[in-house]
């Protein structure tokens, strides 16, 4: 799926918010910028409560505007659709997730990968939405976020080369990511409305991952290697 991700407004020599157009240099800056993180806020707040109330097809950009306290200009200065701004709260969402679960893959344990998949599986249990007819519009932005975040998680610890990879970093590290995702809802699915995903589980997707990290080893060595 094509990612919607927002374009970064463009800051005017007066200080104001021009038309959104391709990422610049300054794209860093520009996040931190108070007006720009409270003005997001406001959006993702405001489409998040309309989603407690109605589907996603049936709330419209002046919707959002006026749930934000913003006019639609403002809207189209940060987003570019109603997708973009969902995509935007998956992901920061995802992000304070992994963030308080401090959560991190630098390379020295592959163990870690561990934690990442049951990051994933809490995240998406803790995102699926009790209504199956809401849950069919997330699904596309869940899958878009998740796997290109963990995506860049993995990169942190594959690229400073500590692991003997079976290919290059990029493509061991999308591999991961996409398998993870999918071997994630895959479980979920066939979980049900049951509790926490079990440790079984993800034990288990582990398991079948770890080879994908460094061929040969098994979550077996690594618990030997610990207890050595």
């Not at 520009?30 to 409560?49: C, F, G, I, M, Y």
Request: with cysteine; proline share 6%; aromatic share 6%.
């Amino acid at each position: 799926m094509a990612s919607h991700s927002s374009a970064e407004p463009q800051w005017a020599e007066n200080g104001n918010v021009s038309p959104a157009g391709p990422a610049t240099p300054c794209e860093a800056q520009e996040r931190v910028d108070p007006r720009v993180r409270r003005t997001r806020q406001l959006l993702r707040e405001a489409v998040e409560a309309l989603l407690h109330t109605q589907p996603f097809d049936a709330i419209s950009v002046q919707q959002i505007a006026e749930q934000a306290g913003v006019n639609r200009a403002t809207f189209y200065a940060h987003y570019l659709d109603r997708e973009a701004l969902v995509e935007d709260l998956v992901r920061s969402r995802f992000e304070g997730f992994l963030a308080e679960r401090q959560v991190t893959f630098d390379g020295t344990c592959p163990g870690a990968l561990r934690m990442v998949i049951l990051a994933v599986c809490d995240f998406l249990r803790q995102m699926s939405p009790g209504c199956r007819e809401q849950q069919r519009h997330f699904d596309p932005f869940m899958q878009t976020v998740v796997q290109t975040e963990v995506e860049k998680v993995l990169r942190i610890g594959i690229d400073r080369g500590a692991f003997a990879l079976g290919g290059p970093p990029k493509l061991v590290a999308a591999a991961l990511s996409w398998a993870i995702y999918g071997a994630a809802t895959s479980a979920l699915r066939a979980q049900g409305e049951a509790g926490e995903l079990e440790d079984r589980l993800v034990d288990e997707i582990y398991t079948l991952l770890l080879p994908l990290l460094i061929p040969g080893l098994t979550a077996a060595n690594i618990e030997a290697s610990h207890s050595a």
